[in-house]
C-alpha cells in the first residue's frame, strides 16, 4: 500500500503564494508519476499539473505559467508551487500516483493511490 500525505494548504490574499507538498510512503513504484488534482466545491476535480518519473512536466491551461510542479525522490516528495494565485484556486489540492509504468496522464481516473487532500482557499 501507498500512503499520500499534503500539506502547506491554506488562506492567502489574491497575488499570493503557497508551495504544496505530498510526502509518499509504503510501497514504492518505479517509473511513476504524481499528480495534483483540485476539487472546488460543487465541481468536479479537475486536473493541475503531474510530472513524471524521468521530470517531463504538464499542466493545466489554467494555471500554466503560475504553478510548477517538482520532484524530490530521496525524500519521495512532490511539490507545487503556487505563485500568483487567484480567488478561483480556491480549492481542495489532492495529490495522486498513477502506478502503470512511464505513463504522464492528466485523467484522474488513471490514478491509483490519492491523498486525503489539503484546503487553499484565495482572498479576493
Known amino acids: 500500500q501507498v500512503q499520500l500525505v499534503e500539506s502547506g494548504g491554506g488562506l492567502v490574499q489574491a497575488g499570493g503564494s503557497l508551495r504544496l507538498s505530498c510526502a509518499a510512503s509504503?510501497?514504492?513504484?518505479?517509473?511513476?508519476?504524481m499528480g495534483w488534482f483540485r476539487q472546488a466545491p460543487g465541481k468536479e476535480r479537475e486536473f493541475v499539473a503531474v510530472?513524471?518519473?524521468?521530470?517531463?512536466?504538464a499542466y493545466a491551461d489554467s494555471v500554466k505559467g503560475r504553478f510548477t510542479i517538482s520532484r524530490d525522490r530521496t525524500k519521495n516528495t512532490v511539490y507545487l508551487q503556487m505563485n500568483t494565485l487567484k480567488p478561483e484556486d480556491t480549492a481542495v489540492y489532492y495529490c495522486?500516483?498513477?502506478?502503470?509504468?512511464?505513463?504522464?496522464?492528466?485523467?484522474?481516473?488513471?490514478?491509483?493511490?490519492w491523498g486525503q487532500g489539503t484546503q487553499v482557499t484565495v482572498s479576493s
Open positions: 495522486a500516483l498513477d502506478t502503470t509504468p512511464w505513463r504522464t496522464s492528466s485523467n484522474r481516473v488513471e490514478y491509483d493511490y
Open positions: 510530472i513524471s518519473w524521468t521530470n517531463n512536466t
Open positions: 509504503g510501497r514504492t513504484f518505479s517509473s511513476s508519476a
